[in-house]
C-alpha cells in the first residue's frame, strides 16, 4: 500500500514559481511511475507529468513542457514538480500518483494523493 501527500501549492502570480512536494509512505518500487495530474475548476482531470522511480525517466504534457520540471529524490520518498513561468491556466488542483502500469493515462494510476490547490493571479 502506497499513501501520497502533496504539498508546496498556494498564490502565486502569473510569471512566478513554485515547488510542489509529494511524499509518500511505503515502498515504492523501482518499476513504478510517479505522476502529476491537475484539474482546474469545471474541467477533467488532466496529465502534468510523471517520472519512472528507478531509472528517472520523463515524459510531460505539452502544456508544460519547458516550463515545469519533475523530479524524485529516492532517499526521501518524496517526487517534485518544479513550476516555473506560470500562467493563470496553470490554476488547478494538483494530483500526485502512482502507477505501475502507465504514464499518462489516470486510469491506470493506483494511488492518489488528496491535492493541493495552486492558484496564478493574473
Known amino acids: 500500500q502506497v499513501q501520497l501527500v502533496e504539498s508546496g501549492g498556494g498564490l502565486v502570480q502569473a510569471g512566478g514559481s513554485v515547488r510542489l512536494s509529494c511524499a509518500a509512505s511505503?515502498?515504492?518500487?523501482?518499476?513504478?511511475?510517479m505522476g502529476w495530474f491537475r484539474q482546474a475548476p469545471g474541467k477533467e482531470r488532466d496529465f502534468v507529468a510523471a517520472?519512472?522511480?528507478?531509472?528517472?525517466?520523463?515524459v510531460y504534457a505539452n502544456s508544460v513542457k519547458g516550463r515545469f520540471t519533475i523530479s524524485r529524490d529516492n532517499a526521501k520518498n518524496t517526487v517534485y514538480l518544479q513550476m516555473t513561468s506560470l500562467k493563470p491556466e496553470d490554476t488547478a488542483v494538483y494530483y500526485c500518483?502512482?502507477?505501475?502500469?502507465?504514464?499518462?493515462?489516470?486510469?491506470?494510476?493506483?494511488?492518489w494523493g488528496q491535492g493541493t490547490q495552486v492558484t496564478v493571479s493574473s
Open positions: 511505503g515502498r515504492i518500487a523501482s518499476d513504478y511511475r
Open positions: 517520472i519512472s522511480w528507478g531509472a528517472g525517466n520523463t
Open positions: 500518483a502512482a502507477s505501475k502500469r502507465g504514464w499518462d493515462a489516470q486510469v491506470l494510476y493506483d494511488y
